[in-house]
């Protein structure tokens, strides 16, 4: 059966939040479960959906507090049950899943929760820095939810093209497909969100990885803003040998959106292995 690219969105209740989701792909692919960044929503993985809409069905999903999907808690807990209830309510067995960012830190989440749902997993560029002194928490983490619920509000007052033309005067390399979906998904996220997501010790989630795991990370100096460096790369390979790593030269955080053809080589290399 080929039903590429008609494949209906769709919404799914957890835990009381509507959780929605888009679909590409082909029906009876592998399964591929997409989970965004922190302030992004599904769509935005629209350009690598087109790359890779042949060879799976691919799933979307807006995590809650942004894109289409209701407000809610968000710890890690919650936040993977999200993603379990969408891959049993579409009746898959197991899935691939790539996430970005703290994406990659709620498909981190899902995988060590739900090891049964889970065949391979990607993640691209986690937020797995080290924590703050503890008596520089609260202050830091009041004066970052406070700095974000401003920078929503100003977003919510922009109209998408003016948005648009923000996020190009910052992200001059990125491709002109990037930033429709950005846009929206910038108008759309809830100024509280940051005061709900919570996703946990990543060093506690990482050894629950029980599926083939790749871990992508970019450069963080001469102006990259990578977010995992090479030593906590060798570090998460320690904690446990399912995961290897794989290095993308000449990107920051936003790897795929600056180095799109080494990303997509190495999620196709992965995923056919």
């Known amino acids: 059966m080929n039903n590429m690219d008609h494949l209906p969105d769709g919404n799914i209740v957890s835990n009381g939040v509507k959780i929605h989701f888009s679909r590409a792909g082909v029906v009876g692919k592998p399964p591929l479960v997409l989970v965004h960044g922190f302030t992004d929503n599904g769509l935005c993985w629209s350009r690598t959906r087109m790359a890779l809409e042949r060879d799976f069905d691919i799933v979307m999903v807006d995590s809650r507090n942004h894109g289409q999907s209701g407000p809610g808690e968000a710890g890690i807990g919650e936040l993977a049950a999200d993603l379990?209830?969408?891959v049993t309510a579409l009746g898959f067995d197991r899935c691939f899943v790539l996430g970005h960012s703290v994406g990659a830190s709620i498909a981190t989440g899902f995988a060590g929760n739900?090891?049964?749902?889970v065949s391979r997993l990607i993640l691209e560029d986690p937020p797995w820095t080290k924590a703050l002194p503890d008596d520089e928490d609260d202050a830091v983490l009041m004066a970052r939810q406070k700095g974000f619920r401003k920078y929503v509000t100003s977003m919510k007052q922009k109209t998408e093209s003016e948005i648009m033309a923000y996020g190009k005067s910052l992200h001059t390399t990125w491709h002109e497909d990037e930033f429709p979906a950005w846009a929206e998904s910038k108008k759309q996220v809830l100024p509280e969100a940051m005061d709900l997501l919570d996703t946990g010790d990543w060093t506690e989630l990482v050894p629950k990885i029980a599926c083939p795991a790749l871990l992508l990370y970019a450069d963080n100096d001469d102006g990259f803003d990578g977010?995992?460096?090479e030593a906590?790369?060798?570090r998460v390979e320690g904690l446990n040998a399912n995961i290897k790593v794989h290095?993308?030269?000449g990107a920051g955080h936003n790897l795929r959106?600056?180095?799109f053809g080494s990303f997509?080589?190495?999620v196709r290399?992965?995923?056919?292995?």
Do not use: G
């Open 84 to 86: 379990a209830a969408v």
């Open 114 to 117: 739900y090891p049964r749902l």
């Open 227 to 229: 977010m995992v460096t």
């Open 232 to 234: 906590m790369a060798r």
């Open 247 to 249: 290095h993308v030269k």
């Open 257 to 259: 959106r600056e180095q």
């Open 264 to 266: 997509i080589a190495a």
């Open 269 to 273: 290399e992965f995923l056919a292995e």
